[in-house]
């Protein structure tokens, strides 16, 4: 058994543990990265992550100064309108739509959305141009043994490392987290999602769809170009049973069932891509930070994927945690930075939770009054201009406008 050791050892090699290698890596802090499973660079690959992330404007900056920003910006969807869309009359077609828009608050687009797969690409290549950074696929952590000094995680491989700070990024199952003893608060809504991308014949002109209508929000999140056709990475949340049945349906039906669910917004939609599912819940770890660790991503908070807040919120944390890394390098994981980095999050953390909360629960409404009072909902917020500008930026995480 070797020992090891560096400043900071990171469980979780997904978007979020790969961001956070590069960042603190960037940044000259010695890093080792571990996941038990290697990331998949190629959308046709078994096991690949269909989905797509989008990456806010506060995430373009902790990105451009992790030194990923650029080569991510060739593959990038502009997100300059979120839509959204209420049909929950009658028949499966349009009867609200409002469209929010970037240029109210900034010069910017709300964010830019890119494939899951390319998000891994690129941060590998990344991490490959920084010596100071050990990225080690195939690799898990198998014990966590702390003191006020110091941490040592044994490895699946029985090598230890000894470290200042371990930062848990390993998921909403996450062994770092129950080795330290933090407890979770998990909510389920007896949704699961479906992810999957599509072509459609109307070019989405760099427009984020969210049609609401029962059983949970349809979204059509802008990629580029797919085979000379627009293309969108979809987002389909609805009752599980039903989400189960529509995975296992033949590729024709299941085009003709999300194109009526998408009320024919973009035109027929043609599927591009494998489906994934996945179960929808709220987590939210009890405590983010125990003695030489630091939970960030869903090792700490895990939302439904509504108004692109998940990633985003994770990159907050990263971006906190890195902040307090660079002012108090001497503090690298001791009581006082975890401490500091515990109020600096978690009450972000817990309103945005509580509002996306609030906005699943009320895109799964049935009947049609409670569809009817969300209609009327989106069309009262929509009208109230200085409170629609103030969703937009905390949407964003942003206090005013961006250049």
Request: aromatic share 4%; with cysteine.
């Amino acid at each position: 058994m070797s020992l090891q050791t560096c400043d900071i050892l990171i469980s979780g090699g997904g978007i979020a543990g790969l961001s956070a290698a590069a960042a603190f890596g960037t940044a000259g802090f010695s890093v080792i990265c571990v996941d038990p499973t290697p990331p998949i660079t190629d959308h046709e690959a078994s096991g690949a992550d269909m989905r797509s992330t989008a990456m806010m404007q506060p995430a373009r900056d902790m990105l451009m100064a992790a030194g990923i920003w650029d080569h991510l910006a060739p593959h990038a969807a502009p997100l300059q309108i979120m839509r959204i869309v209420d049909a929950g009359g009658e028949k499966p077609e349009a009867r609200i739509v409002k469209d929010f828009n970037a240029a109210d608050i900034s010069d910017l687009p709300f964010g830019w959305n890119f494939p899951n797969y390319v998000l891994r690409r690129e941060m590998l290549a990344r991490l490959d141009a920084l010596p100071n950074v050990d990225f080690r696929p195939d690799t898990g952590t198998n014990s966590l043994f702390t003191r006020s000094q110091m941490a040592k995680v044994t490895l699946s491989d029985d090598t230890t490392v000894q470290t200042k700070l371990v930062i848990a990024a390993d998921g909403r199952n996450s062994p770092m987290r129950q080795a330290a003893g933090i407890d979770v608060i998990t909510k389920r809504y007896g949704q699961k999602a479906l992810a999957f991308a599509v072509t459609h014949p109307i070019p989405h002109e760099n427009v984020s769809t969210e049609i609401h209508r029962t059983g949970g929000p349809f979204t059509l999140v802008p990629l580029p170009d797919f085979n000379g056709l627009p293309c969108s990475a979809v987002v389909w949340m609805d009752d599980g049973a039903k989400s189960k049945a529509r995975m296992d349906l033949d590729t024709a039906a299941f085009e003709e069932e999300m194109s009526v669910r998408s009320c024919h917004h973009f035109g027929p939609l043609t599927l591009a891509s494998k489906r994934s599912i996945w179960p929808i819940i709220s987590q939210t770890a009890s405590a983010l930070s125990g003695q030489r660790i630091a939970l960030i991503a869903e090792a700490a908070h895990v939302v439904p994927p509504i108004g692109a807040q998940g990633l985003n919120m994770s990159l907050r944390d990263m971006g906190a945690l890195l902040e307090l890394a660079i002012t108090r390098p001497d503090e690298l994981g001791d009581a006082k930075m975890l401490m500091a980095y515990e109020k600096a999050r978690m009450g972000d953390i817990k309103l945005r939770m509580r509002g996306i909360d609030l906005l699943n629960r009320a895109s799964q409404a049935s009947s049609p009054a409670l569809r009817d009072a969300r209609a009327m909902g989106l069309n009262a917020l929509y009208n109230l201009g200085p409170v629609r500008k103030t969703l937009m930026q905390m949407g964003l995480g942003v206090a005013g406008k961006q250049g």
